[in-house]
């Protein structure tokens, strides 16, 4: 069963940079999409970057050149590094995952989510 949990959320100023970790359990990442959604307060939820079994990485234009998605198959773990971080990205982050999709790009609708970790930006 695919279970899905992230860590590594927290508080910085503006201009740092925080790592997202997902824990990954149950997907085989030759067959999923997997990716980081976002959803700040009074927004809805948004994808932010997506990798696919080949290595194809989709980024949502507001975090291109600042964002980073990896994965390590053999610690079933998916990364998002974040750097240069803005006030705008505050959001709860959520770890994602689709089963064979048509694509794999950061408007997909997950199958699976995490909890969330939070990310707060400071001014």
């Known amino acids: 069963q695919v279970q899905l949990v992230e860590s590594g959320g927290g508080s910085v100023q503006a201009g740092g940079s925080l790592r997202l970790s997902c824990s990954t359990a149950g997907v085989s990442y030759s067959s999923y999409c997997v990716g980081w959604f976002r959803q700040s307060p009074g927004k809805e939820r948004e994808g932010v970057a997506t990798?696919?079994?080949?290595?194809?990485?989709t980024y949502r234009p507001a975090v291109k050149g600042r964002f980073t998605i990896a994965k390590d198959n053999a610690k079933n773990t998916l990364y998002l590094q974040m750097n240069s971080l803005k006030p705008e990205d505050t959001a709860m982050y959520y770890c994602v995952a689709k089963v064979s999709p048509l694509s794999c790009t950061y408007t997909m609708s997950p199958n699976y989510w995490g909890q969330g970790t939070q990310v707060t930006v400071n001014p």
């Open positions: 990798t696919d079994s080949y290595g194809s990485t």
